[in-house]
């Protein structure tokens, strides 16, 4: 009975945590270049559809898109 205690629980915070993440479609070597989160080329609150990333990018993502790198690329505040 003192398994269910603890069991029960943990398999409801589980089950939160799986029901409530969104799927990521990042890639971790564009990360690991450029060390910049996924909102910084892309556009914020979009639906998790791949396409849709693709297509809604910043300014500095149409900058990488056409060169792979951000070097050389100002961001204009």
Do not use: Q, R, W
């Amino acid at each position: 009975m003192s398994h269910l205690k603890i069991t029960i629980p943990a398999v409801l915070i589980l089950g939160g945590f799986l029901v409530c993440s969104t799927a990521s479609y990042g890639k971790t070597e564009y990360v690991k270049t450029t060390k910049k989160a996924c909102t910084f080329c892309h556009e914020k609150n979009l639906p998790n559809d791949k396409d849709a990333m693709n297509k809604n990018l910043t300014k500095a993502g149409k900058y990488y898109a056409e060169h792979k790198s951000l070097d050389g690329y100002t961001e204009k505040k």
